[in-house]
């Protein structure tokens, strides 16, 4: 079964810096899209950012110039730098994998657990 492990959620002072990362499991071999969303209580889940497999990426309007998505194919890691963060960027932040090829065989739509960011004013 394939699973992402978040790590690097925390709390912060507006206007500081945090780095999220998304590790898929081992016999994972390849995963098209990867992408970040985030949610807050109430509210429908947002896509962030994410990046195809050819490096292409995509951001919300809201965080463009701010936030900075990479990844790491031979890790099948996905990274978001999180610059100049505001107090309504506070929400729970997941990872999610579009289509992943693994031992198990191939899995769509994979999802992560989420990590807090909270970013204090």
């Known amino acids: 079964q394939v699973q992402l492990v978040e790590s690097g959620g925390g709390l912060v002072q507006a206007g500081g810096s945090l780095r999220l990362a998304c590790a898929a499991s081992?016999?994972?071999?390849?995963?098209?899209?990867m992408g970040w969303y985030r949610q807050n209580p109430g509210k429908q889940r947002e896509l962030v950012a994410d990046?195809?497999?050819?490096?292409?990426?995509n951001y919300a309007d809201s965080v463009k110039g701010r936030f900075t998505i990479d990844r790491d194919n031979a890790k099948n890691t996905v990274y978001l730098q999180m610059n100049s963060l505001k107090a309504e960027d506070t929400a729970v932040y997941y990872c999610?994998?579009?289509?992943?090829?693994?031992?198990?065989?191939?899995?769509?739509?994979?999802w992560g657990q989420g990590t807090q960011v909270t970013v204090s004013s």
């Open positions: 990046i195809d497999g050819t490096g292409y990426r």
């Open positions: 999610n994998a579009d289509r992943v090829a693994s031992q198990w065989g191939p899995f769509l739509d994979v």
């Open positions: 081992a016999g994972t071999f390849s995963i098209s899209t």
